[in-house]
């Protein structure tokens, strides 16, 4: 549902996968049998949501983008299986959930409540929505297991079925072993 004042935007923090990871995700997707009236989620439309603000007044976007501006490592994903939850959504779960997505969610949360701005109460559940309207769909055997960076996040708008990104953040190289943050 989109916001009923033109001043208002849809919002929420997502990470993306980078090209080759899409490119992997999309081959799987293709390999399910879907449902007719399935409705799968476009390649260009996955993402993994951080957190979901929902309608918010245009003006306050420079305040939350100023707070969530926030240091962290690069880290890497870990995709598993495919579930079906409830409504007759298709989703993909991750092997793993690692410290630091977990880690950079939490402080992402916390940034947006210290702008003054509400976000979605629900509990943590990382995923990437595949299809909604799929009760029926056969999944391909075996789990996807692709390596995905998170290099970083953005912070998305929601309008008409589109997705804009407002504004996106980087990891910072913190030296050492980790990965540097360069793409």
Same mark, same amino acid.
């Given at each position: 549902?989109?916001?009923?004042?033109?001043?208002?935007?849809?919002?929420?923090?997502?990470?993306?996968?980078?090209?080759?990871?899409?490119?992997?995700?999309?081959?799987?997707?293709?390999?399910?049998?879907?449902?007719?009236?399935?409705?799968?989620?476009?390649?260009?439309?996955?993402?993994?949501?951080?957190?979901?603000?929902?309608?918010?007044?245009?003006?306050?976007?420079?305040?939350?983008?100023?707070?969530?501006?926030?240091?962290?490592?690069?880290?890497?994903?870990?995709?598993?299986?495919?579930?079906?939850? %409830? =409504?007759? &959504?298709?989703?993909?779960?991750?092997? /793993?959930?690692? $410290?630091?997505?977990?880690?950079?969610?939490? @402080?992402? !949360?916390?940034?947006?409540?210290?702008?003054?701005?509400?976000?979605?109460?629900?509990?943590?559940?990382?995923?990437?929505?595949?299809?909604?309207?799929?009760?029926?769909?056969?999944?391909? %055997? =075996?789990? &996807?297991?692709?390596?995905?960076?998170? /290099?970083?996040? $953005?912070?998305?708008?929601?309008?008409?079925? @589109?997705? !804009?990104?407002?504004?996106?953040?980087?990891?910072?190289?913190?030296?050492?072993?980790?990965?540097?943050?360069?793409?």
């Amino acid at each position: 549902m989109e916001p009923a004042d033109p001043e208002q935007l849809r919002l929420f923090v997502a990470v993306w996968p980078g090209p080759r990871t899409r490119r992997e995700l999309a081959r799987w997707m293709s390999a399910w049998t879907w449902p007719p009236g399935a409705s799968t989620v476009a390649a260009a439309r996955l993402h993994l949501t951080l957190a979901f603000i929902g309608p918010i007044e245009a003006v306050r976007v420079p305040g939350l983008i100023e707070h969530l501006q926030l240091p962290f490592a690069p880290f890497q994903l870990d995709t598993g299986s495919a579930q079906r939850w %409830p =409504g007759d &959504l298709v989703v993909l779960r991750l092997h /793993r959930v690692p $410290a630091e997505l977990t880690d950079l969610q939490e @402080r992402i !949360a916390r940034a947006i409540e210290t702008s003054g701005v509400r976000t979605d109460e629900r509990p943590f559940v990382p995923h990437v929505t595949l299809a909604r309207r799929a009760p029926d769909a056969i999944a391909p %055997p =075996g789990t &996807l297991h692709l390596d995905w960076p998170v /290099r970083r996040f $953005a912070l998305v708008r929601s309008a008409a079925g @589109r997705y !804009a990104e407002v504004a996106s953040f980087a990891c910072n190289d913190a030296g050492g072993s980790t990965p540097p943050c360069s793409r």
